[in-house]
């Protein structure tokens, strides 16, 4: 969405905050645009890769794992971490059955009449999934709700959590099925650690901080507590000065 992450914290800016014609607004709290603002204590950050998000590339653990050092040697305190909700409430599941439920009906209308190569994959793989009982339903509702006072528990501790965006480098369009770390997994399971933010309205930002051996980006993602926004876009700006990818563009 932007070239640096001054510039996102500059467009969201303007977008954050309720302007009368949005009845979901959650805050009419001023967003504070100030990336570079003074902590009065150390920042306490956690990070994680799993296991449960999924099994991750080895590189890209380890991306995770350099963003985290470079935010303790900038003198954050930081641990790795786990959320115990999240280990027994796979988000992946939960969500889908949420949004079956939710989205279906609407994906069955706009595909009404269109041949299957009309058709987007997610709006394919949409309608070819069982619908979602009632009883399936309540259940996914009261897992999300496990997943969101997990994930406060853990914010109660701490103020960011560090983790991967993706469980490999990029990766080319039109996979449908990957080996990740010895494990053979559909592309769906590449939401794993995004999607938990999908569930529960978390905050988040993505970031490049390295590169795989065949040159591709490999991304971090900074979540933080809800409406906590100018926390994880500081938390972005520290990894920015000291990424080494930084400056790095796309050979043309």
């Known amino acids: ?23 979901f607004a959650t805050s009419t709290a001023p967003f504070n645009a100030g990336i ?4 009065d ?26 963003a985290a050092d470079a935010l303790k040697d900038m003198g954050a305190v930081v641990e790795q971490v786990g959320i115990p909700a ?4 796979f988000a992946l599941d939960v969500f889908n059955k949420l949004h079956v439920m939710e989205m279906k009906p609407a994906f069955a209308h706009a595909a009404a009449g269109r041949r299957p190569d009309e058709l987007y994959k997610m709006a394919t793989t949409m309608l070819s ?3 979602t009982s009632m009883k399936d339903y309540l259940e996914a509702e009261q897992a999300a709700e496990r997943l969101r006072d997990g994930y406060a528990g853990y914010f109660a501790r701490y103020d960011a ?3 991967h965006v993706l469980p490999i480098p990029a990766h080319k369009h039109g996979v449908e099925e990957f080996v990740i770390d010895g494990q053979t997994v ?3 399971y590449l939401q794993g650690a995004t999607v938990p933010l999908n569930v529960t309205g978390l905050p988040g930002v993505a970031m490049r901080f390295g590169k795989s051996k065949e040159g ?8 933080g507590k809800w409406q906590a926004e100018s926390t994880i876009l500081h938390i972005a700006s520290l990894l920015e000065s000291a990424s080494p990818v930084r400056g790095l563009h796309p050979a043309l």
């Open 129 to 131: 999934l069982p619908d």
């Open 216 to 223: 591709l980006p490999i991304s971090v993602q900074i979540v």
């Open 186 to 188: 559909d592309a769906t």
């Open 161 to 163: 959590l560090i983790t």
């Open 41 to 66: 204590r150390p920042l306490r950050v956690g990070w994680m890769v799993g296991p449960d998000f999924g099994p991750v590339d080895p590189e890209v653990a380890a991306t995770v794992k350099a």
């Open 1 to 23: 969405m932007a070239r640096s992450i001054r510039d996102l914290a500059l467009a969201f800016s303007q977008l954050s905050g309720a302007d009368g014609h949005d009845a």
């Open 36 to 39: 570079k603002r003074p902590l």
């Open 86 to 89: 999240l280990e027994r409430d």
